[in-house]
């Protein structure tokens, strides 16, 4: 599935409809095949999607101990569930054999496979879940993301045939609850509920999420899902 990010962001007003898309996007197809469909994936989002990213910050958003993992194989791995994530599930049904690492502990040839960036707390607004402690935003996974980038251009030695290899991939993005729950629903910690109204705040974020995927994807981006 390929999605016009710049039609989508420009018509839709509600915020439902980025996890209506991620929904969509794994709902069209219901098997794994033996190998997989795309050369990688790279996941950018918030604790629906960590994998691991949190473990060794400073904070309270945290969930390498039990109960968390009882159901998966591996255990409290750093995933904000009992097993796996949507994003893990959507993985498989691309074909991939092994779950797409975390930044923090991916290294060496597995970044060729993908990359997972989310990190729980983090929100498009910079600002967003300070109250919680450390946690990667928007701007910091794709921070990330660039780095993998030219990890991945060292590796082929040349940028074009990086970004050639990097435009068949598929970028999961979920992000944005927290810049309501540990943002603009807590007035006492942070402004912006006294700044915008509800639907001045959507609009707000909606224009910040669209600008900074735009900016990081320019070159490298080809499939992209909510």
């Known amino acids: 599935m390929v999605i016009n990010l710049t039609l989508i962001l420009s018509r839709m007003k509600s915020w439902w409809v980025i996890p209506l898309l991620m929904l969509i996007l794994s709902q069209q197809q219901t098997w794994v095949h033996s190998e997989s469909q795309v050369p990688c994936y790279f996941i950018m989002g918030d604790s629906l999607a960590d994998a691991g990213n949190n473990n060794l910050l400073l904070t309270t958003a945290k969930a390498n101990y039990q109960p968390y993992g009882i159901d998966f194989s591996a255990g409290a791995t750093g995933r904000f569930?009992?097993?796996?994530?949507?994003?893990?599930?959507?993985?498989?049904?691309?074909?991939?054999?092994?779950?797409?690492?975390?930044?923090?502990?991916?290294?060496?040839?597995?970044?060729?496979?993908?990359?997972?960036?989310?990190s729980g707390g983090g929100g498009i607004r910079n600002e967003t879940g300070r109250d919680l402690g450390d946690r990667?935003?928007?701007?910091?996974?794709?921070?990330?993301?660039?780095?993998?980038?030219?990890?991945?251009?060292?590796?082929?030695?040349?940028?074009?045939?990086?970004?050639?290899?990097?435009?068949?991939?598929?970028?999961n993005l979920g992000i944005g609850s927290n810049d309501?729950?540990?943002?603009?629903?807590?007035?006492?910690?942070?402004?912006?509920?006294?700044?915008?109204?509800?639907e001045q705040y959507a609009d707000v974020l909606i224009q910040q999420y669209s600008q900074q995927i735009r900016v990081a994807f320019l070159y490298t981006y080809n499939k992209i899902s909510f």
Do not use: E
């Not at 893990?88 to 990359?115: E, H």
């Not at 309501?180 to 109204?197: A, C, D, G, V």
């Open 81 to 118: 569930c009992n097993g796996r994530t949507a994003a893990d599930v959507i993985g498989q049904l691309l074909g991939f054999s092994d779950y797409i690492p975390p930044y923090a502990t991916a290294r060496g040839q597995t970044i060729l496979k993908g990359v997972n960036y989310a």
């Open 136 to 171: 990667i935003s928007m701007d910091g996974q794709l921070r990330n993301y660039q780095n993998t980038v030219q990890q991945i251009v060292n590796i082929y030695g040349r940028k074009d045939l990086a970004y050639n290899y990097l435009s068949k991939c598929i970028y």
């Open 180 to 198: 309501y729950i540990n943002n603009y629903f807590m007035p006492t910690l942070y402004p912006t509920s006294r700044q915008y109204t509800p």
